[in-house]
């Protein structure tokens, strides 16, 4: 954790490209990881100490979080840093919200044939909510208004579809 040089990609600005940021995001998710681990092994002093050092070196202004980082939001809940985990989780369910709105402009065709991408995203945003809700943050209320205007939208009908499907086939698939 300490000994690898991270390049400076921590300075604003920086430019990277396609295969650095692919880079970059292997290696938050590589301290993540550890940091889940730390957690399953109640170090949560240590966790908390991966997960600074990861937003450290890897900050979102340079490598920005993606529509998946829920886990990510989730282990910054468990570790004790709501504040983080709720801006986390804010910026993983802005982008979902986002994504089924693009999806939305689309024929019924077209966005059934994206069914299984539509799940994912209601099922990221339910998770940050519940990251946003548990922790008491004010925009929880909010989300989950949201929740219920985008089941009545295209593509959130064809995403609760598959969501009721997996719920009835025993479980929701994991990502």
């Known amino acids: 954790m300490n000994r690898f ?3 400076g990609v921590n300075k604003e600005g920086i430019y990277l490209d396609e295969t650095n940021m692919r880079m970059c995001l ?13 957690l399953r092994e109640d170090k949560k002093d240590k966790a908390l100490q991966v997960l600074r050092k990861s937003a ?5 202004t340079t490598i920005p979080y993606e529509m998946a980082d829920t ?14 985990a709720c801006a986390i989780a804010k910026v993983v369910a802005r982008q979902n919200k986002q ?27 339910y998770q940050a909510e519940g990251i946003l809700q548990d922790s008491n943050d004010p ?10 205007t985008l089941q009545n939208t295209p593509s959130g009908n064809v995403g609760f579809a598959i969501l009721n499907q997996q719920l009835m086939q025993g479980g929701a698939e994991e990502e």
């Open 139 to 148: 925009e929880a209320k909010s989300w989950q208004e949201q929740l219920v």
């Open 56 to 60: 450290e070196v890897l900050p979102p």
């Open 71 to 84: 886990d990510l939001a989730n282990i910054w809940f468990l570790a004790g840093d709501r504040k983080q």
């Open 26 to 38: 292997t290696h938050r998710n590589m301290f993540t990881l550890l940091a889940q681990q730390l």
């Open 5 to 7: 040089q991270f390049g």
């Open 99 to 125: 994504y089924m709105e693009w999806l939305n402009s689309m024929s019924y065709e077209t966005i059934q044939s994206y069914a299984n991408t539509c799940a994912k995203c209601l099922r990221r945003i």
